[in-house]
């Protein structure tokens, strides 16, 4: 389960989305994220996954090491599409169970919501899978430097979502030791009830916490004997450019929008 996470891991290569400037990447991940909860219908989610699965066969990643990252929300997704089914009001009534109803808008409604969170889980993936921690910090840094004018430590923020995400795939690989280090003295994290898991967690999020805490103070450490000053007067190896590639992907980006905008105007 913690292998399925793909969030926060880098996949080198020199695809054409590899060689996208970070700042494209990270613009029309958003851009794209806010176009998938615009969709109306299931001819706009038919968009959305063809231009997701366009991108990830650009990018040469396996479509299904993507949906790998989706595997630890299914308890999730599975709760939000019950409670929805369930709960969400409707007129067109399928099937009526004392007080619970399930309506044809209500299963729409839970359709509808676990699509968006799987895309949008699967983009920022395709974004963490393509682009460096240190490209992506870049881009943030160049994005928000306006907000450098209000006194905004804006080189500070990048830095700390960066090592955060940095540092996704390296805690996984420490709770997994842990959890197998556990096992192998008898604990049981796959048995029981729902209490009885979330109790034989317990042994395993202190040495947890224990150890982000100690990486994170061997960090500042290092850090700070390499006299790292923040952002002022700092020079990067690779200059950042926008070049044609990053044109043509904006142009795509901006006609899945347009079609987004349009079904949703014939469903409206």
């Not at 299904?64 to 409707?90: Q, S």
């Not at 955060?164 to 709770?175: D, G, K, M, N, Q």
Request: proline share 4%; aromatic share 8%.
């Amino acid at each position: 389960m913690l292998r399925d996470i793909t969030l926060g891991q880098y996949h080198p290569g020199d695809s054409c989305v590899h060689r996208l400037d970070p700042r494209t990447k990270l613009v029309l991940t958003i851009a794209y994220i806010a176009a998938v909860f615009l969709v109306r219908g299931f001819v706009g989610y038919a968009l959305a996954a063809a231009f997701l699965l366009g991108a990830t066969r650009l990018a040469t990643i396996s479509v299904r090491f993507l949906l790998k990252g989706v595997k630890p929300l299914v308890m999730i997704l599975a709760f939000t599409f019950v409670l929805n089914v369930l709960f969400a009001p409707g007129e067109t009534v399928w099937l009526t169970w004392g007080a619970l109803r399930v309506t044809r808008e209500g299963v729409l409604t839970a359709l509808y919501f676990s699509l968006r969170l799987v895309f949008l889980v699967m983009g920022t993936s395709l974004l963490t899978l393509t682009t460096s921690p240190v490209a992506l910090t870049d881009a943030m840094e160049r994005l928000l430097s306006p907000l450098r004018a209000v006194r905004f430590p804006v080189h500070e923020l990048a830095m700390m979502m960066s090592i955060a995400l940095r540092f996704i795939p390296t805690l996984l690989e420490e709770t997994d030791k842990i959890m197998k280090a556990q096992m192998a003295r008898g604990a049981d994290f796959e048995s029981g009830n729902l209490l009885r898991r979330a109790r034989a967690m317990v042994p395993l999020l202190v040495p947890l916490f224990v150890s982000a805490f100690q990486r994170a103070a061997e960090l500042a450490m290092a850090m700070e004997a390499r006299c790292y000053r923040g952002g002022t007067h700092r020079t990067r190896m690779k200059v950042l450019r926008y070049t044609r590639l990053d044109g043509v992907a904006a142009a795509c980006m901006a006609l899945l929008i347009a079609l987004i905008a349009l079904e949703g105007r014939l469903y409206g």
